[in-house]
């Protein structure tokens, strides 16, 4: 299905730790072409709960693929990965934690990630960005072989192959 918008839409949340990087984020990618979509949180609260922003954030993407828009997911926090484990909730999702820039671009070349998590306690502004700038560019390889593992991955999202103990068969994967 072909994109609408020439860049991908970004879906962005945030706990109070990533707060301050997702208010530059959504300037920054703003500024860079991309129509950027805040689920939140809109105002600094110690006592927050990141989960409900950043499922509704992978939920967004998770809308706009399914309805042909180009999305990603940019999801915040102290050290990402409450934020990562909230958004892989959401069937669909492919959310991985970055924490350079080779694990920021394998996420996309060989995973297909559409969401990417990183710690706002954990990088300055400027390194966080460059994290950031590196997932929403880098393309997917469509390699065979990440192909296939990303539908095995998919195939026990679905429930359709989740029996405790039990592996589908998959071709060139042995049990």
Request: proline residues 5%; charged residues 20%.
């Amino acid at each position: 299905m072909e994109s609408r918008l020439s860049k991908p839409r970004i879906h962005i949340a945030s706990d109070h730790a990533g707060l301050r990087l997702s208010e530059h984020l959504v300037q920054h990618l703003t500024a860079a072409g991309h129509e950027v979509v805040d689920h939140g949180p809109a105002q600094y609260d110690p006592n927050d709960d990141y989960p409900e922003f950043c499922i509704r954030a992978a939920q967004a993407v998770v809308a706009d693929s399914a309805s042909g828009i180009s999305a990603l997911g940019v999801v915040l926090g102290g050290s990402g990965n409450g934020e990562q484990i909230a958004a892989n909730k959401v069937i669909g999702i492919r959310a991985a934690l970055a924490w350079n820039l080779d694990t920021a671009r394998l996420a996309r070349q060989h995973n297909d990630a559409n969401v990417i998590a990183v710690g706002g306690r954990q990088h300055s502004v400027e390194d966080a960005t460059s994290l950031i700038e590196a997932f929403v560019n880098e393309p997917f390889s469509h390699d065979e072989r990440h192909v296939r593992r990303i539908i095995q991955i998919s195939d026990h999202e679905s429930a359709a192959c989740c029996v405790p103990g039990q592996w589908p068969k998959y071709p060139g994967v042995s049990a």
